[in-house]
């Protein structure tokens, strides 16, 4: 757990050059392999030992000397920011996102850029420009993704943790496939300022990590209010977690899956005390053809900007098929003659679907699911654009509804030779985000 | 960009977008469910001072650019006419 290296670090029994210095090895020697990092930085060592400077006069930060990579979609000043994609290709960022600066201002050290899905468009880690991701769990299926290049450096070791961007699923996607923990803050708690924004309306910045402590950390770190970002508030949370009630609500997936995880949820109520309930939630079998429509018109709106003026190149002309897809479609469903059929109509079922999860929280304190429906599939493995779609289908809800989200590893499914990692996966009311994370804390203890 | 056909991937979108369409006829909202976006209560914010530019954030803007001229961005080459 982090908390352990930090105070090795704190009694002076390891160096922060140390850390980084280990980590920056472990990449050059291992990344070939795995492709989770695009471009390291440089200044990494020479930061490091700033950071030793601070340690030694006792004013160092809470985070100081911990190592962290940055998904290729949150601005780092001076490094490589490229989404992953031929159209921003040798983009240097000329500003720090707020969340990188908090985590600077704790004195963490940016090791590099992780790979990803290209522009955030894809649940595998296959979109990139630069070439796929391989899950460090098994190499020869899919990571997950967007975020594919931040939870296999996590899951390969490169990093004490990494950030990630979540729209539908990014980050407790990736999470389940790798082993993880991986966290979707209440829309609102972490600012996007210095995000490439996918969908702005769903976007949100959170931590991958290897443990639900270390995870709690970071986001207390980078949560709060900033002007920079008008969505961002301070929530105000009244939730304790001593009798909890959990609801399961009815939605499909592998049944190997989600005997799984009914298993582990019975198993922590024993254990805790706690009630477990069926829910109904009308609507959650939409949120796949809700999700797409608002992500198309605004993939489309948000791309705008990249018409190579300014930087880079013209995005029609330099992206990869799935951005081209949601633009292109973006750019159909949102003219004047189709008003009203498409992206309003996700608007309104958005709607719904966010008031059946706030009435759903007034009987249940949490909500648990799998986090995936359906084990990753093999590199090379011919898969349909609705199937792929359909790895977000459990995902999308927690954005539509706009509250916050966990992955915890639950356990592993056979598959050959592989033993792949199942994530399961945890809501909360809008804004209960440490309540989410101490009832985390009880899952993860029973895995 | 490479081997990418725009009309195969247009029709795919367009293809997906309609089912996905046809299946959220069948949600009704009802009078109570008004849309509502902005659930924030102060309108006006204050601007303060704002924050003072760093010295060199110019010249890496300058950098990123496909094409200028000293201090100006060149955004339009006149192949439109």
């Given at each position: 757990m982090l908390s352990d290296k930090l105070k090795r670090i704190k009694d002076k029994k390891l160096s922060a050059e140390e850390n980084i210095k280990y980590?920056?090895?472990k990449i050059k020697k291992e990344n070939p392999k795995i492709n989770a990092i695009l471009h390291i930085n440089e200044n990494a060592i020479e930061q490091a030992k700033e950071i030793d400077k601070k340690i030694k006069l006792g004013k160092a930060g809470k985070l100081a000397g911990l190592g962290v990579i940055v998904k290729s979609n949150i601005n780092v000043k001076d490094l490589i920011c490229n989404c992953a994609s031929k159209t921003l290709e040798n983009y240097k960022a000329t500003y720090s996102a707020t969340v990188i600066n908090r985590l600077l201002s704790q004195d963490a050290i940016i090791l590099g850029m992780a790979n990803m899905d290209e522009f955030a468009c894809g649940g595998s880690g296959e979109n990139s420009a630069f070439g796929v991701t391989k899950n460090p769990k098994c190499l020869d299926r899919i990571p997950g993704g967007s975020s594919s290049g931040s939870a296999a450096s996590v899951a390969a070791g490169f990093c004490d943790f990494a950030l990630?961007?979540?729209?539908g699923g990014s980050i407790r996607n990736p999470a389940s496939h790798c082993g993880l923990v991986g966290f979707k803050p209440s829309y609102g708690a972490v600012s996007?300022?210095?995000?490439?924004?996918?969908?702005?309306?769903?976007?949100?910045?959170?931590?991958?990590?290897?443990?639900v402590k270390d995870c709690e950390m970071v986001f207390n770190t980078i949560k709060g209010k900033d002007e920079k970002d008008g969505v961002t508030r301070n929530f105000k949370e009244n939730k304790d977690s001593k009798k909890i009630i959990i609801g399961i609500p009815k939605i499909g997936a592998e049944k190997e899956i989600w005997d799984l995880i009914l298993n582990r949820?019975?198993?922590?109520?024993?254990?805790?005390?706690w009630k477990k309930e069926d829910i109904k939630l009308e609507?959650?079998?939409?949120?796949?053809?809700?999700?797409y429509p608002i992500v198309y018109v605004e993939v489309f709106s948000g791309t705008r900007k990249f018409d190579g003026r300014k930087y880079g190149l013209p995005i029609e002309d330099s992206c990869g098929e799935e951005v081209l897809r949601r633009i292109l479609g973006g750019k159909e469903i949102s003219k004047a003659e189709h008003a009203g059929k498409y992206y309003r109509s996700a608007l309104k079922a958005k709607e719904i679907i966010?008031?059946?999860?706030?009435?759903?929280?007034?009987?249940?304190d949490v909500i648990i699911m799998p986090t995936v429906p359906r084990t990753p599939h093999k590199f090379k493995e011919q898969i349909s654009l609705e199937d792929m779609y359909n790895y977000d289908t459990l995902t999308v809800l927690a954005n539509l509804a706009e509250i916050p989200a966990i992955s915890v590893p639950c356990s592993e499914v056979k598959e050959g030779n592989d033993n792949i990692p199942v994530g399961l996966q945890i809501f909360a009311a809008l804004g209960n985000d440490d309540f989410l994370l101490d009832v985390a804390k009880e899952f993860e203890k029973a895995n | 960009m490479a081997n990418v056909d725009k009309i195969k991937v247009e029709k795919q979108a367009k293809e997906i977008l309609d089912k996905f369409a046809q299946a959220l006829k069948k949600v009704e909202m009802g009078k109570e469910d008004i849309l509502n976006y902005v659930d924030r209560k102060e309108f006006e914010?204050?601007?303060?001072?704002?924050?003072s530019?760093?010295?060199d954030f110019k010249k890496r803007i300058l950098k990123n650019a496909p094409s200028h001229d000293e201090d100006f961005i060149i955004a339009e080459t006149g192949s439109w006419k």
């Open positions: 980590f920056l090895d990630g961007s979540d729209t996007r300022y210095g995000l490439v924004d996918m969908s702005m309306s769903l976007d949100q910045i959170g931590p991958l990590t290897n443990s949820v019975d198993e922590v109520c024993k254990k805790q005390g609507h959650i079998d939409l949120g796949i053809q809700t999700y966010k008031k059946e999860f706030e009435n759903a929280f007034k009987k249940v | 914010r204050p601007e303060n001072k704002g924050e530019c760093e010295k």
